[in-house]
């Protein structure tokens, strides 16, 4: 009997001891990601999103592929994480992307990729903003600029912020377009 007393006891406290606060919600906003919309050039109308065909991200220092965009048949727009330690993070983006092998079956040694790549810069201020006990701290991304290195056959075209000196604080709208 002493033994289910303490055991009650103990689940009892535990129970009380919790609170409302000590666990992050799923719909608490974290750390955001930046968002690209892709647009048509020639219109240049913001409310025209152009896809961009058998579309690929890879990161450029690590070569690490982005699943939600390896080889997409359409996207108008894509989400991108930040790095969150650094002030710079870059990607590979490409344009019809594909993979093509010389003849050898499973040897992916033999495999060439085809494509246009346009490699990004993406350049910020990180701020670290407290959001609760249980979510701790979260990083907001300032003063950001992206560059496109020219390779001779770019893609893209132009890069423009949504707002002058924009700042990342949430998902809720695009940060950036890019004319193509």
Known sequence: ????????????????????????????????????????????????????????????????????????AAADSVILPLKTTDSITQYRMYKDYAISNNGTPNDPSDDFITGNPDVITIEYATEDVYVSKACGYKSIFKNITITVEDDGDNWIEVIQSVNDNQTIENEDTPHFNIFH
């Open 1 to 72: 009997m002493r033994k289910i007393t303490a055991l009650l006891l103990l689940v009892l406290t535990l129970t009380l001891s919790c609170e409302r606060d000590d666990i992050c919600s799923g719909e608490t906003p974290t750390t955001p990601r930046l968002i690209i919309s892709f647009l048509d050039l020639t219109t240049i109308n913001l409310e025209n999103p152009k896809n961009v065909n058998f579309f690929r991200v890879e990161t450029v220092d690590d070569l690490r592929v982005l699943d939600v965009y390896n080889g997409t």
